[in-house]
């Protein structure tokens, strides 16, 4: 790519005929202005080249390879011609006007120079003086708002270190409340565990004794009471957690914020110590730019009255959360321990009626046994008539039988033959009626048999349920939390 200003040429690959009036190219002109930029740029004017055509001519010739060809083949190296390389085109730079014109404008602007610099001084010379007068103001409004301030972050550090203390001190305060209370909470498991044994095993009573008396409901009633003191105390300790992480949240609060105003404390003091010839003073430069602030001093004030005016709400919350925790503590425990005597009475109580019932059974009985002994002597004494009878009976119908024998006329009708047929007759009663009673008696036996088994039954059921109430119930009822362990002492 040819540079601005070169002067163009043109190579041809075969020579020509040159002219008669060809000037020769002026090599020493081109030479000189090869490869050099102007310091200033072109004006749009002198952006086009101008070609002197009055002393060139340019020639165009459209070289063909048919006679270069030809004469490469006839015409050995050294008689061909050589190539010729003309300068045909060339322009300048500048005019003299212009030349003129860059002379007139540095001298003005020299000019100009000199007269600003004046100026410059004369100003400069005020300009320190006033200058050093405000920076010294300045500094020294810097260095009060800096007092005023370090003076306003002691006195919010002391009253974050009032409240931070007061917070710890509620905190450790709820905290012991709360170990209290998870310790009664606890304690409620053994008598709870109690109560449902209980009724556990006296699901094991037998026939009858499956009622829903006294006891049971009783039970019920303090399975009821202890679960509910359970969910009461299990919602009390959820609050008494969620109040813990409130205040220990506003104490967090209150450290972060003493600790941001000690560290700004330092840096403030520092600031208000500082002068011109402490040391560790140095330039940072752009800092001025930097904008890091957050806050106005309303809201940097109204952020640490909000942590404090919420650590005081959090303390008197906890306060009453205390007090009712020590109020349901103490209820609880005078519930549980009335009840637990409630079902104790009952227990007794009712063990003193199965006792009763059970002596009075055993009582019928032996009247049972004995009367079972004396019909069973009896049904046998029945049976031996039954078998006395036999033989008067055969008698008789062996005397009818052999009478029949007796041949013709003799078959008489007599009195004997009535009176033994009278007395077949009476036998057959006789037999008939005891065998009779002898069905009573038996079915009676059963009745007795049937009335001894209930009452065995009865017997062994009355015992199991005195055993489970007496020996099982009563015996694990027989210590019950103390008070101090129900509120969380122990």
Not at 105 to 130: G, V
Request: overall charge positive; hydrophobic content about 35%; some cysteine.
């Amino acid at each position: 790519m040819e540079l601005v200003g070169s002067p163009l040429t043109a190579t041809y690959a075969h020579p020509r005929s040159t002219p008669n009036k060809f000037l020769p190219a002026i090599s020493t002109m081109a030479s000189s202005y090869k490869n050099r930029f102007p310091y200033y740029p072109l004006p749009q004017t002198f952006s086009l080249p101008w070609m002197p055509r009055s002393y060139y001519k340019t020639a165009a010739i459209n070289p063909t390879l048919a006679p270069f060809t030809k004469c490469a083949e006839g015409v050995t190296p050294s008689k061909t011609l050589p190539f010729v390389c003309n300068t045909t085109d060339l322009f300048t730079r500048y005019t003299p006007e212009d030349w003129y014109q860059s002379n007139m404008t540095n001298y003005k602007e020299s000019e100009n120079s000199r007269q600003a610099s004046e100026r410059l001084r004369d100003d400069t010379c005020r300009m320190i003086q006033d200058k050093h007068q405000q920076t010294m103001k300045t500094q020294g409004e810097s260095t009060k708002n800096l007092g005023v301030r370090v003076n306003d972050i002691g006195f919010w550090k002391s009253e974050l270190c009032h409240e931070l203390d007061e917070i710890i001190k509620e905190t450790r305060a709820l905290t012991d409340v709360k170990k209290r209370l998870e310790r009664a909470l606890a304690e409620t498991e053994a008598p709870l565990q109690v109560a449902r044994e209980c009724l556990l095993h006296r699901e094991k009573r037998m026939g009858i004794d499956l009622v829903h008396d006294e006891v049971e409901k009783q039970l019920f009633r303090e399975v009821d009471i202890i679960k509910s003191c359970q969910e009461r105390m299990q919602q009390h300790l959820d609050k008494a957690k969620a109040q813990l992480m409130s205040n220990r949240g506003a104490q967090h609060d209150l450290e972060r914020d003493l600790a941001n105003k000690q560290a700004a404390h330092r840096i403030d003091d520092k600031c208000h110590h500082l002068r011109n010839t402490s040391d560790g003073i140095s330039y940072y430069r752009g800092v001025e730019r930097v904008d890091a602030t957050i806050t106005v001093p309303e809201t940097w004030a109204k952020f640490t009255d909000t942590n404090i005016f919420r650590s005081q709400n959090d303390r008197a919350a906890s306060a009453k959360l205390r007090d009712n925790i020590e109020t349901l503590l103490a209820v609880m425990a005078d519930e549980m321990w009335s009840q637990f005597n409630t079902v104790n009475v009952a227990f007794t109580n009712r063990i003193s009626e199965t006792a009763d019932a059970k002596r009075k059974i055993q009582t019928h009985l032996a009247k049972t046994l004995q009367e079972i002994f004396q019909l069973e002597m009896n049904i046998a004494a029945i049976r031996k008539a039954i078998r006395d009878k036999g033989p008067p009976l055969k008698v008789a119908q062996t005397r009818l039988d052999e009478r029949t024998r007796r041949p013709n006329m003799e078959l008489c009708r007599d009195p004997p033959q009535l009176r033994l047929a009278n007395e077949v007759y009476e036998l057959d009663e006789t037999i008939q009626n005891l065998q009779q009673r002898l069905r009573e008696a038996e079915d009676t036996l059963q009745t007795l048999v049937r009335a001894k088994s209930v009452l065995e039954h009865d017997l062994a059921v009355k015992a199991n349920s005195l055993f489970i109430d007496q020996e099982k119930c009563m015996g694990m009822r027989k210590t019950f939390p103390i008070t101090p362990r129900l509120v969380g002492y122990v």
